[in-house]
């Protein structure tokens, strides 16, 4: 991952997350989450698939089967989230992927590095939980 973007998949894993993270038993269906997202079903565990496997959001079978949240909402950072979805962001690259720079490295890339940081703490300054009682 590259300077900071925000994916359409690291979008809809946080709604999933918050979802979860806001219900009274950590617990939802994959159909309810999708429908409010507007997207498929099909998609939407093809994008939780990674956090299902880093044991951040776990399934359940049976009736009324569903997906439910593993990780403490109140250790769980926005950055986990990103890191699992996204993969680390790139600290040192060339912004244009390519080297113009005779220096053999990027001029431009203590503004890069200073920004990914920023993003960086701030994401991991967010817990799900603190997120949540922010925005309720």
Known sequence: MKLI???NRFNIAVHAVLVLASSDDLRSSVKEIAADLSITQTYLTKVIQPLIKNDVIGT??????????KADPT??????????????????????????????????????????????????????????????
Do not use: W
């Open 75 to 136: 250790a769980l950072t926005f950055l986990d989230i990103f890191d699992v979805i996204e993969g680390e962001l790139d600290r040192d690259y060339c912004i244009l992927d390519q080297k113009i720079c005779g220096s053999g490295h990027c001029l431009f890339n203590p503004f890069v590095a200073e920004a990914n940081e920023k993003f960086i703490d701030m994401m991991r300054s967010y817990t799900v939980a603190a997120f949540i009682k922010k925005i309720s």
């Open 60 to 69: 359940f079978r049976g009736k009324g089967g569903g997906i439910l949240l």
């Open 5 to 7: 973007n925000i994916t």
